[in-house]
């Protein structure tokens, strides 16, 4: 059972283009989290996913950024007209349930974005 | 709202010494607790998890914490540190009733553990 797959692992844009990180959550699981890891900083939560629903956008930014799960294939956390402050680790996990409080999420190896 | 501390950016130890790794937690609900490593270049891999069942919690490769309600802390420790567990620490508090998303799961800013030889 492969674990949670991130692509790519590395991505470099220019300013002003647009970043597309993929996640495959792990077999079984419908719950897909995204978090966002600045440098010198822990992981900040951005978005939680189930199949074709957004469950909670609260920690995303409210322009440029948007993130799917559709019902076949892998999530989708889309950054249009990057910016430098964009660059950053970008982490998904997913569970097979509701994450809070019951069975640790598993993390993908994560996509580093930079933007110069 | 919760929060985490985690109250050293790096600690330092030579190898075959003993490893502490300090955090301190807020939350309104009774927490579960965990620790998470990232070696360089990986993903996080859960160490060890607290959920209200026995305070002392022991993990793989040889950690362990200590849920302390008093001090509201859960210090992560290890007997005697080996040069491949260098890496980063997180120490994760996760509570809240809201269902998860922002509230799910906090963390610290994580502590860099460094090896000596």
């Known amino acids: 059972n492969a674990g949670v797959m991130q692509n790519p692992r590395h991505l470099v844009r220019r300013r002003g283009q647009e970043a597309r990180l993929r996640c495959s959550p792990m077999?079984?699981?419908?719950?897909v989290y995204w978090y966002r890891q600045l440098p010198e900083e822990g992981l900040k939560f951005m978005v939680y996913l189930q199949k074709e629903n957004i469950i909670d956008e609260s920690g995303m930014p409210k322009e440029r950024f948007s993130a799917e799960f559709p019902k076949e294939g892998p999530s989708i956390l889309r950054i249009q007209q990057v910016v430098r402050g964009d660059s950053a680790a970008y982490f998904c996990?997913?569970?097979?349930?509701?994450?809070?409080?019951?069975?640790?999420?598993?993390f993908g190896q994560g996509t580093r974005l930079t933007v110069v | 709202a919760q929060s985490v501390t985690q109250l050293d950016s790096h600690v330092s130890v030579s190898e075959g010494t003993p490893v502490l790794l300090r955090c301190n937690y807020s939350?309104?609900?009774?927490?579960?607790l965990f620790w998470y490593v990232q070696h360089p270049n990986k993903g996080l891999q859960l160490l060890l998890k607290y959920t209200s069942a026995a305070t002392l919690v022991k993990g793989i490769n040889g950690f362990e914490a200590e849920f302390k309600k008093s001090e509201t802390s859960f210090h992560l420790t290890k007997p005697s540190a080996h040069m491949s567990d260098a890496a980063e620490y997180f120490c994760v508090v996760s509570g809240s009733d809201s269902g998860g998303g922002a509230d799910g799961l906090t963390f610290g800013k994580g502590t860099h553990l460094i090896i000596q030889p």
């Open positions: 077999k079984g699981h419908s719950h």
């Open positions: 996990a997913s569970s097979p349930q509701r994450q809070q409080g019951l069975t640790e999420a598993f």
């Open positions: 939350s309104s609900y009774s927490p579960s």
